[in-house]
């Protein structure tokens, strides 16, 4: 009998890591990080709860580090079967579990110089086992019925989440037959960029589901665009500088989309843009290099002109040239790393910028608690960057809207889209009022059987 437990994201939201033992193989949905406090996470991330080198295979989601940040750890701890990843998945893996490694690295070292390093700031793996990881993976592109093994197909169908994300239909034929379908995380109609979410249609055996806004509702990405053109407008007007934390992955290329749009559309002046990171410069150039799985709009608009590339857009990759545009006056709008404030070249730029009240703060992704990110956005008086304190005066915005999460009624949406009976369902990936709440959602659209599994626990399907 099928047998399937969860190593992560069970109960929370990062960690996603789920266990199938069927048609004799050990096979894992994902291996990703556990992200938070170092001090809490590492050991959770560094202590594996099975042999690495008794997996057959992974079958990953997308390439977010919380669902793929533990690959190279598995490879290091003797894991060498294949990765099956969508071809876009595979090529983003590469720069972000390389990224991930090196950062790593580089801050182990850092402590190291200080006298502050300890058992949990170990690098977890290497740039050379994240290199590694990358020689496992294999490209299964969306929509094609792919053998895994025998008794076993593998299908992957467009999530709509991020470049190349997937959900996972699953097909058992040992014995009886048996469809398991894992959501991976679920995109929104309407995003730029990537194609609109197709759930897997028809009757389904056991149903893996995300929740992370089960509870939640978002703006609209086109409410988005318009205040995102107003606030550049009026910041512009003044002289400012427009400064936007977001994440390398993601939200960058759909910034860069939206301000493409805007100026297309006259609604934002000539004032230079920058890319400040190094990843989201590695990241944008991955997808240059997948228009394949591009919404027909935008793969309509990348015949013609091209999608991340305009006169007003600068990618920035030197610390060298990071540096110059903090002596560089005018108004610009800077994008950097990281998405909450936490590290990266934005801190340079808010270091620079908070206290000139020409200028905006706009923040355009969720704050979590106990980030800089989310004590600038609440307005205190005094904030900390680099161990000196700063008074903002610089003016702050957030802009919801851009999440490449569904909300609850997109949630909803895709559970009915998959249409067939749901015998049993297992919720993961959201705080425990989000797991609550989408496990109401499935009670109400019939699934039959709703469970919230605990971490480590299993369950025979
Ligand atoms: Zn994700």
Same mark, same amino acid.
């Given at each position: 009998?099928?047998?399937?437990?969860?190593?992560?994201?069970?109960?929370?939201?990062?960690?996603?890591?789920?266990?199938?033992?069927?048609?004799?193989?050990?096979?894992?949905?994902?291996?990703?990080?556990?992200?938070?406090?170092?001090?809490?996470?590492?050991?959770?991330?560094? #202590?594996?709860?099975?042999?690495?080198?008794?997996?057959?295979?992974?079958?990953?989601?997308?390439?977010?580090?919380?669902?793929?940040?533990?690959?190279?750890?598995?490879?290091?701890?003797? =894991?060498?079967?294949?990765?099956?990843?969508?071809?876009?998945?595979?090529?983003?893996?590469?720069?972000?579990?390389?990224?991930?490694?090196?950062?790593?690295?580089?801050?182990?070292?850092?402590?190291?110089?200080?006298?502050?390093?300890?058992?949990?700031?170990?690098?977890?793996?290497?740039?050379?086992?994240?290199?590694?990881?990358? &020689?496992?993976?294999?490209?299964?592109?969306?929509?094609?019925?792919?053998?895994?093994?025998?008794?076993?197909?593998?299908?992957?169908?467009?999530?709509?989440?991020?470049?190349?994300?997937?959900? +996972?239909?699953?097909?058992?034929?040992? @014995?009886?037959?048996?469809? $398991?379908?894992?959501?991976?995380?679920?995109?929104?109609?309407?995003?730029?960029?990537?194609?609109?979410?197709?759930?897997?249609?028809?009757?389904?055996?056991?149903?893996?589901?995300?929740?992370?806004?089960?509870?939640?509702?978002?703006?609209?990405?086109?409410?988005?665009?318009?205040? $995102?053109?107003?606030?550049? #407008? %009026?910041?512009?007007?003044?002289?400012?500088?427009?400064?936007?934390?977001?994440?390398?992955?993601?939200?960058?290329?759909? $910034?860069?989309?939206?301000?493409?749009?805007?100026? #297309?559309?006259?609604?934002?002046?000539?004032?230079?843009?920058?890319?400040?990171?190094?990843?989201?410069?590695?990241?944008?150039?991955?997808?240059?290099?997948?228009?394949?799985?591009?919404?027909?709009?935008?793969?309509?608009?990348?015949?013609?002109?091209?999608?991340?590339?305009?006169? $007003?857009?600068?990618?920035?990759?030197?610390?060298?040239?990071?540096?110059?545009?903090?002596?560089?006056?005018?108004?610009?709008?800077?994008?950097?790393?990281?998405?909450?404030? &936490?590290?990266?070249?934005?801190?340079?730029?808010?270091?620079?910028?908070?206290?000139?009240? #020409?200028?905006?703060?706009? =923040?355009?992704?969720?704050?979590?608690?106990?980030?800089?990110?989310?004590? +600038?956005?609440?307005?205190?008086?005094?904030?900390? +960057?680099?161990?000196?304190?700063?008074?903002? %005066?610089?003016?702050?915005?957030?802009?919801?809207?851009?999440?490449?999460?569904?909300?609850?009624?997109?949630?909803?949406?895709?559970?009915?889209?998959?249409? @067939?009976?749901?015998?049993?369902?297992?919720?993961?990936? @959201?705080?425990?009022?989000?797991?609550?709440?989408?496990?109401?959602?499935?009670?109400? &659209?019939?699934?039959?059987?709703?469970?919230?599994?605990?971490?480590? &626990?299993?369950?025979?399907?």
């Amino acid at each position: 009998m099928p047998r399937l437990t969860f190593w992560g994201a069970a109960g929370q939201v990062t960690g996603s890591m789920h266990l199938i033992e069927a048609a004799g193989a050990r096979i894992l949905l994902d291996g990703g990080l556990f992200q938070g406090h170092r001090a809490e996470t590492h050991e959770l991330n560094a #202590r594996l709860a099975f042999d690495a080198r008794r997996v057959d295979a992974v079958i990953l989601s997308h390439a977010h580090i919380d669902h793929a940040g533990r690959l190279p750890l598995l490879v290091a701890q003797g =894991f060498h079967g294949p990765i099956y990843a969508t071809p876009a998945t595979r090529d983003l893996s590469a720069v972000m579990l390389a990224d991930a490694a090196f950062i790593q690295e580089k801050d182990h070292e850092f402590l190291v110089r200080r006298g502050k390093a300890g058992p949990e700031s170990e690098p977890l793996y290497t740039v050379a086992d994240a290199a590694a990881t990358q &020689e496992l993976m294999l490209g299964v592109p969306y929509r094609r019925l792919f053998h895994v093994r025998k008794h076993l197909t593998l299908e992957f169908v467009d999530a709509g989440h991020i470049l190349g994300s997937a959900s +996972i239909d699953l097909r058992l034929t040992e @014995g009886s037959n048996h469809r $398991l379908v894992f959501s991976g995380d679920i995109g929104r109609a309407g995003l730029p960029i990537v194609r609109d979410p197709e759930p897997p249609a028809g009757p389904i055996d056991t149903l893996i589901v995300e929740s992370t806004y089960a509870n939640r509702d978002h703006g609209s990405v086109a409410g988005a665009e318009e205040r $995102l053109g107003e606030a550049i #407008r %009026r910041t512009a007007a003044r002289g400012g500088k427009v400064l936007i934390p977001a994440f390398a992955l993601g939200r960058a290329q759909e $910034l860069v989309y939206a301000l493409h749009q805007l100026h #297309r559309a006259g609604k934002i002046p000539e004032i230079p843009i920058y890319i400040d990171s190094p990843l989201a410069v590695d990241v944008t150039t991955v997808f240059r290099l997948h228009p394949e799985v591009f919404d027909n709009r935008e793969q309509l608009i990348a015949n013609g002109v091209k999608l991340f590339d305009f006169p $007003l857009v600068r990618y920035i990759s030197t610390v060298d040239d990071s540096k110059a545009l903090n002596t560089r006056h005018g108004p610009a709008v800077i994008i950097a790393a990281s998405g909450m404030v &936490e590290s990266g070249r934005i801190l340079h730029h808010l270091a620079n910028g908070i206290e000139d009240p #020409r200028n905006l703060v706009l =923040f355009v992704g969720f704050q979590a608690e106990h980030t800089l990110g989310r004590r +600038i956005q609440e307005g205190r008086e005094i904030i900390r +960057i680099f161990g000196h304190d700063y008074h903002p %005066r610089a003016e702050i915005e957030t802009i919801d809207g851009y999440s490449a999460h569904a909300d609850r009624h997109e949630l909803r949406a895709w559970v009915r889209g998959l249409g @067939g009976p749901i015998r049993r369902a297992f919720v993961v990936h @959201g705080e425990p009022p989000a797991l609550d709440a989408m496990a109401t959602i499935l009670k109400e &659209e019939g699934v039959r059987e709703v469970v919230i599994p605990k971490h480590g &626990e299993s369950f025979d399907l």
